[in-house]
């Protein structure tokens, strides 16, 4: 079979994001495939090349993977003219100045979100890859997940009638560290590192709610650290600076009002991680990771409220369950290959650097909000 090579500095694959999803998941897991195929028959074949800070650890990885291409010499690969792409998964401070680097050696460039760690700074990587006329990409993975595409499927078919309103939880208890091991890095809970769950799920929020309902126009956010003091990877104490709890509400372009929980100090009583439950005047949904439910107009119940008795219905039994008429797969390997087809057959893509930066602007206007106490327009971003 004939193939395109596409080579991929990857940077960050020592990281969770990194290693597991872009890397195991989506990456290798293509080539297990034998590329990604395309319909004249041909393929386009990822190539790594891993890119990091540990010359031992990104070894070690690359042994475990039979891979060949390994280098601690970022400077180095981003001049190699042989190198196509580079990706970005590294702690977020750290990315826009890799990002820089790789737009002014002429590369493709794709990253984690959030694009850079301030509005100013994504708007600037969006003009330099304009200018540049390189091909880029955020990841914005979780429109990609098996639920909320079944939760769009009941949008664009018109399920809703009109949408009324949005809630989402997320979260569930990070540990703190000290007499069990956090599941999250601890750069997460300082500020001074770019860490904060406003910066970490806003960018999210801002595109599941811009791609299923439509733009955010205005934010209202409460932000709190609910637990000031964890441990770090080796067991030191540390002061937990940043938020790790946002509570927003957003207004959105048509009325709907979206309100969305975001902890990482809450404990989970949810089908779920995430949870949206999207009510509107013909019919209600609930959309998970994977899952989705529905009640429609016709076959909501009439419940009446009386506390003297106790619940005669099981509420979560009267909701159908959307099929998933299709096999999805993983949510980051599917937005690489769209994005590898961006590259090679300039197919459209609309998850650019721009897009990126609509996230950082939201994650910066709901700290702003919280800090000032108000609620603050979502103002239409232009290059
Ligand atoms: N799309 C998603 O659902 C999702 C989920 C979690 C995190 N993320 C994003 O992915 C990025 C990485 O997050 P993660 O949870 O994988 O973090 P992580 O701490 O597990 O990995 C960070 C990576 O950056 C590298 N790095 C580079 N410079 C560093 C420095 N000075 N200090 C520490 N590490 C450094 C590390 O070696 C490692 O490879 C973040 O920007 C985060 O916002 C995205």
């Given at each position: 079979?004939?193939?395109?090579?596409?080579?991929?500095?990857m940077n960050?694959v020592t990281?969770?994001?990194?290693?597991?999803?872009?890397?195991l998941?989506s990456?290798?897991?293509?080539r297990?495939?034998?590329?990604l195929e395309l319909?004249?028959?041909?393929?386009i074949?990822?190539?790594p090349?891993?890119?990091?800070?540990?010359?031992?650890?990104?070894?070690?990885?690359?042994?475990r993977?039979g891979?060949?291409?390994?280098?601690t010499?970022?400077d180095?690969?981003l001049?190699?003219?042989?190198?196509?792409?580079?990706?970005d998964?590294q702690?977020t401070?750290?990315?826009?100045a890799?990002v820089?680097?790789?737009?002014?050696?002429g590369?493709h460039?794709?990253?984690?979100?959030p694009?850079?760690?301030?509005?100013?700074g994504?708007?600037e990587?969006?003009?330099?890859?304009?200018?540049?006329?390189?091909?880029h990409?955020?990841v914005q993975?979780?429109?990609f997940l098996?639920g909320?595409?079944?939760?769009?499927?009941?949008?664009d078919?018109g399920?809703?009638?009109?949408?009324?309103?949005?809630?989402?939880?997320?979260g569930?208890?990070?540990?703190e560290?000290?007499?069990?091991p956090?599941q999250r890095?601890?750069w997460?809970y300082?500020?001074?590192?770019?860490?904060?769950?406003?910066?970490d799920?806003f960018?999210?929020?801002e595109?599941?709610?811009?791609?299923?309902?439509g733009p955010?126009r205005?934010?209202?956010?409460?932000v709190v650290?609910?637990?000031?003091r964890?441990?770090?990877?080796?067991?030191?104490?540390?002061?937990?600076?940043?938020?790790?709890?946002?509570?927003?509400?957003f207004?959105?372009d048509g009325?709907?009002?979206?309100?969305?929980?975001s902890?990482?100090?809450?404990?989970?009583?949810?089908?779920?991680?995430?949870?949206?439950?999207?009510?509107?005047t013909?019919g209600s949904?609930?959309a998970g990771?994977r899952g989705?439910r529905?009640q429609?107009r016709?076959?909501?119940?009439?419940?009446?409220?009386?506390p003297?008795?106790?619940a005669?219905?099981?509420?979560?039994?009267q909701?159908?369950?959307?099929?998933?008429?299709?096999?999805?797969?993983n949510?980051f390997k599917?937005?690489w290959e769209?994005?590898?087809?961006?590259?090679?057959l300039d197919?459209p893509?609309?998850w650019?650097?721009?897009a990126g930066?609509?996230?950082?602007?939201l994650?910066?206007l709901?700290?702003r909000?919280?800090a000032e106490?108000?609620?603050?327009?979502?103002p239409?971003?232009?290059?």
């Amino acid at each position: 079979m004939t193939r395109t090579t596409v080579r991929i500095a990857m940077n960050g694959v020592t990281g969770r994001m990194g290693y597991r999803q872009h890397l195991l998941r989506s990456v290798l897991a293509l080539r297990e495939q034998g590329g990604l195929e395309l319909d004249d028959g041909t393929a386009i074949w990822p190539e790594p090349v891993l890119v990091g800070r540990r010359e031992h650890a990104l070894r070690a990885i690359a042994e475990r993977h039979g891979l060949e291409h390994w280098t601690t010499d970022l400077d180095g690969v981003l001049a190699d003219p042989a190198t196509d792409v580079y990706f970005d998964a590294q702690l977020t401070s750290a990315r826009e100045a890799a990002v820089r680097k790789a737009i002014a050696a002429g590369k493709h460039v794709y990253c984690e979100k959030p694009a850079a760690g301030d509005l100013g700074g994504a708007l600037e990587l969006a003009r330099l890859a304009r200018d540049a006329g390189v091909k880029h990409g955020v990841v914005q993975d979780k429109i990609f997940l098996p639920g909320l595409r079944k939760l769009k499927r009941l949008v664009d078919g018109g399920f809703f009638g009109e949408i009324l309103s949005v809630r989402g939880e997320f979260g569930y208890w990070v540990f703190e560290g000290d007499w069990q091991p956090a599941q999250r890095p601890s750069w997460n809970y300082r500020a001074q590192d770019g860490g904060g769950i406003v910066m970490d799920m806003f960018p999210h929020w801002e595109y599941v709610l811009h791609e299923l309902f439509g733009p955010v126009r205005s934010v209202q956010a409460e932000v709190v650290t609910h637990v000031p003091r964890r441990w770090d990877e080796r067991g030191k104490p540390y002061e937990a600076t940043a938020d790790d709890a946002a509570y927003g509400i957003f207004r959105l372009d048509g009325g709907a009002v979206a309100q969305i929980n975001s902890s990482w100090a809450v404990r989970v009583h949810r089908d779920e991680l995430v949870e949206f439950q999207v009510d509107g005047t013909e019919g209600s949904a609930v959309a998970g990771l994977r899952g989705c439910r529905a009640q429609h107009r016709s076959a909501t119940p009439k419940p009446v409220w009386n506390p003297d008795l106790p619940a005669t219905e099981s509420f979560r039994e009267q909701w159908q369950e959307v099929p998933d008429n299709e096999e999805f797969d993983n949510g980051f390997k599917a937005q690489w290959e769209l994005f590898l087809r961006h590259v090679v057959l300039d197919e459209p893509w609309s998850w650019d650097l721009l897009a990126g930066a609509r996230g950082v602007q939201l994650a910066e206007l709901g700290l702003r909000s919280a800090a000032e106490g108000r609620r603050l327009d979502v103002p239409e971003l232009s290059l």
